[in-house]
T-cell receptor
């Protein structure tokens, strides 16, 4: 089955700096890569996703890049703000007609310091 | 997401007891999923269902059971066979070929 590794497990940045979180996956058939943000005690919320036919996707301060050959994808957050502090999870799946079975990374605790 | 409702928010289980966690969605999503989250860890898939009356085991199905009798409902039973049930349980749903969206979760503890 799919295996997703995520690094680093904790990341501390100064407000206004950029943050980068990296994930690797094992199954070359995976074609869908979402990123979720989870605040303490809350539900994970989808912040951005990318499909395998695209190399990069941007949404304001957030971007995701995908390297299919190397089987890795990364989340980039620019101009970080204190409200970006949370745990971020990457995931990978093969989307089929009936849904998608996600395999998650172990999470990155991002702390944005004033 | 407002369309996925999990209940109860907190649940306590006595030894030897089965407990059932509720998940209801009004988004008309075909697929529904149950995940378990332990402190400091990622989400692990317990069961998923792509269509009514059908479901498949995820990565950690032992000690759990589910049913999918209605499109909008996907209850999870934590049986007494699950020896370490203390965790945060998250239900999600999705349309075909679409992202998963999560409910607010149920926190299960052992008395």
């Amino acid at each position: 089955g799919e295996n997703v590794e995520q690094h680093p497990s904790t990341l501390s940045v100064q407000e206004g700096d950029s943050a980068v979180i990296k994930c690797t996956y094992s199954d070359s058939a995976s074609n869908y890569f979402p990123w979720y943000k989870q605040e303490l005690g809350k539900r994970p919320q989808l912040i951005i996703d990318i499909r395998s036919n695209v190399g990069e996707k941007k949404d304001q301060r957030i971007a995701v890049t995908l390297n299919k050959t190397a089987k890795h994808f990364s989340l980039h957050i620019t101009e970080t703000q204190p409200e970006d502090s949370a745990v971020y999870f990457c995931a990978a799946s093969t989307i089929t007609g009936g849904g998608n079975k996600l395999t998650f990374g172990t999470g990155t605790q991002l702390k944005v310091e004033l | 997401d407002g369309g996925i409702t999990q209940s109860p928010k907190y649940l306590f289980r006595k030894e030897g007891q089965n407990v059932t966690l509720s998940c209801e969605q009004n988004l008309n999503h075909d697929a529904m999923y149950w995940y378990r989250q332990d402190p400091g860890q990622g989400l692990r898939l317990i069961y998923y269902s792509q269509i009514v009356n059908d479901f498949q085991k995820g990565d950690i199905a032992e000690g759990y059971s589910v049913s999918r009798e209605k499109k909008e409902s996907f209850p999870l039973t934590v049986t007494s066979a699950q020896k370490n049930p203390t965790a945060f349980y998250l239900c999600a749903s999705s349309l075909q070929l679409a992202p998963q969206h999560f409910g607010d979760g149920t926190r299960l503890s052992i008395l």
